[in-house]
């Protein structure tokens, strides 16, 4: 007489046990403890559109400088010209204070638009400093102005790509 152990009751209660502990997992699985999830807060970037904004803000800025410049002829319109040139100059102050934060490459931009620009200004404020009767006028405004594009190219360091080569 051969014994059969797959029909014992003892082999059955092990089926048994097992298919409650695998229909526990699956519901552990499905129904378990909730799942976490985790949003993440996505913050809009503001350089590029500060980048834009700040690059329009200069060049107005000196395009308005050059104009004012451009129409000192004497001591009277020196005198004329001096509350748009102080204007200007808190224009440029609040330039560089918005472009702290920026990335260096958005500052070598803004370097490269005042490094193009920086010439003509310095032409324009000794033209206007070797008109007689306006350099003891307007100089001490120029000179802040100059400080100002100074502090200005310090704060953006330009620089010159090298080509590999």
Not at 26 to 54: H, M, N, R, Y
Not at 65 to 89: F, H, I, M, T
């Amino acid at each position: 007489m051969s014994l059969n152990l797959e029909d014992t009751p003892r082999s059955w209660s092990w089926r048994w046990v097992l298919g409650v502990v695998a229909a526990a997992a699956l519901a552990w699985l499905f129904f378990g403890p909730a799942k976490v999830v985790e949003q993440t807060k996505t913050i809009p970037v503001q350089a590029p559109v500060e980048s834009v904004d700040l690059k329009s803000s200069l060049e107005s800025a000196l395009a308005g400088l050059k104009a004012n410049l451009q129409g000192v002829s004497d001591a009277a319109s020196a005198k004329a010209v001096l509350p748009e040139l102080e204007k200007r100059a808190e224009e440029l102050d609040k330039i560089r204070e918005r472009s702290v934060n920026l990335p260096a490459d958005n500052k070598s931009a803004l370097a490269a638009l005042l490094a193009a620009v920086r010439p003509t200004l310095e032409g324009l404020f000794d033209k206007v400093l070797a008109i007689p009767g306006v350099d003891g006028i307007a100089k001490p405004d120029i000179d802040a102005l100059r400080a100002k594009l100074d502090s200005l190219t310090k704060a953006w360091p330009f620089r010159v790509r090298k080509e590999p080569g």
